[in-house]
Each structure stands twice: as C-alpha cells, then as structure tokens.
C-alpha cells in the first residue's frame, strides 16, 4: 500500500468474538513508514499462536515504539447482546479507528467483512498471519481484553475469568451451571 502512495495505513483485527462473556476488542494499528527494521523483523504473529509472556513482551515493545500509533475500540457484552457479534465487531473496530490520532488513508481488516467508512479498505482472511499491522493489532487487542476479564476474575471469582478469559471451555460451562450467568455473560449466545 506504501507502493501505492497510501502513507497512513491502518491494520484493524479484534479479539473476543467466541467467548460467552466479556466484550469484544479492536485494534487498529498505524506502522509509520519508517519503522526501525529491529521492530518489523520481529516473529510478530496472530495472537492464539503467542504465549501470553511472548503476547505481554511484543506489546511493550508495540505501544512503546514511537513509529507505531495505535487505537482500542471496545464494546460490552450488553450492545453485543441487541446488534450481534459481528455488528458488535465493526462497532468496535470504527471505535479503535477513531481512536487514532493521525488522518487515514486506507484500512487492511483482518476477516472477511467491510466497516461502514468512506476510507478505502480490504479485507484480508487470516490478515493477522500476513500483514504486519494487523498481528501488532492482534497482539494489543489480546492483550487489552485479557487485562480486563482479570479485572473481571476479580469481581466474580467464581466464574474462572483468569483461566479462560470468557471462552466456552468445560471449567467456563460447569460454573455457569453452577452459579448460573453473571452481569458480562452474553445472553445471546447459544449455551448448548
């Protein structure tokens, strides 16, 4: 896209579409052009393939570097529950663009949706294995999220938070069972 005279490119990507509680976060992520070549080099990839200590360490390193500019966008279980999980996650990645600081020239989403914008975009499956920006967005919103539900595994311990962050596994599903849903369980989601 620098190629192409696109100077402020965007990589958008989001965590947090398959939990059954939380919201879900976005990312959007600006490179400047002249990013340190000891950064891009980096094995920076999609977030699931990092250990969380390899997740913590890339985004010190992210949200440190003066070439790098970054936006979160993030929306509650609650709106998720009324516009559905993917509405909820154009939502939030609109959130995180404008949290940016810098003017926009074109957007690369890691999916296979388009946001409502009039700046240019593609949308790229699997995106954050790919394209840079949208791994270093991955990498933030991961860890954004994670930060949270441990907030959250503080409020309501008995839930597990710190353990699954929200996603459906077999400990997630017998507290619920257990101790039935709490406030940031979403509603909407099949629970079979």
Known sequence: MWRRGYERVVGL?????????????????????????K?????????????????????????????????IGRVSERVIDKINILEATK??????????????????????????TKIPQKSIVKADEKVFSCAAASIIAKVNRDKLMMRYHKKYPQYGFDKHKGYPTRLH?????????????????RWG
Request: glycine share 6%; proline share 5%.
């Open 13 to 37: 990507d989001e965590v947090g579409r398959g939990p059954l509680a939380g919201p879900v976060v976005a990312a959007a992520v600006i490179i400047i052009k002249n990013l340190k070549l």
């Open 39 to 71: 950064i891009k080099n980096l094995p920076i990839r999609d977030s699931k393939k990092l250990s969380p200590k390899k997740r913590e360490e890339f985004y010190k390193i992210l949200t440190k570097n003066p070439n790098i500019e970054w936006g």
């Open 91 to 116: 939502l939030a990645m609109g959130k995180a663009i404008n949290n940016l600081k810098s003017k926009i020239d074109f957007l690369i989403l890691d999916g296979n949706f388009r946001i409502k």
């Open 173 to 189: 599903r017998l507290m619920i069972k257990k101790h039935g849903f709490c406030k940031i369980h979403r509603k909407s989601f």
